[in-house]
C-alpha cells in the first residue's frame, strides 16, 4: 500500500502543487502509482486546467510505465514525486537500483515489451536519469 501525506479537502491551491508517495515496490503498487498520478491531476485541475484533454491519459501513461519498469527491473521500494512546473508537470520516479534504463529493440513475436522507454521520450518534454548513491531518480516532464 502507499504511503504519503494525506490531502486535507480544505487544502490550499499552494499544497495541490506537489506530492510524494512511496510504495514498497509490489505488482499492484503499479495501479497504486497511477492512482496516485491521477488523485493529483484530480487536484491540480481545480485551479489548472490541462492545456489538452490527451495531456491527463499522456501522464497517466508515463507514471503507469514507470512504476511498471521499477517493478520489473528495480525491484524493491519506489517514490514518485509530483510537482507543478511553469508550464507543465515533472514527475520524479526513484527507484533503488543505480542501472540506468536503456531502449531495448521491439520483438512482437518473442512476448513483446521493448516500447516504454521509447514511449517516454515520445510523450515527454525531457526525460532525464540521475544515478545517486541510493540509487537513481529519473525525471520527466510532460505538457499540462
Known sequence: MATGPRRDPRSSPEE??????SFPGEL?????????????????????PPTAPE??????????????????YAPGPFELRMRRTYDGVHFTMHDTS??????????????????????????????SVVVTDTGKDIHVFLPW
Request: net charge negative.
Open 16 to 21: 495541490t502543487l506537489e506530492r510524494t508517495v
Open 98 to 127: 543505480q542501472v540506468q534504463p536503456e531502449p531495448r529493440p521491439f520483438h512482437p513475436r518473442h512476448g513483446g515489451g521493448g516500447v516504454g522507454w521509447h514511449l517516454l521520450h515520445t510523450l515527454c518534454d525531457q526525460v
Open 55 to 72: 495531456c491527463w491519459d499522456d501522464i497517466l501513461l508515463v507514471v503507469t510505465e514507470l512504476a511498471a519498469n521499477v517493478v520489473q
Open 28 to 48: 499492484r503498487n503499479v495501479t497504486g502509482a497511477r492512482l496516485a498520478a491521477d488523485g493529483y491531476l484530480a487536484d491540480l485541475c481545480r485551479t489548472s
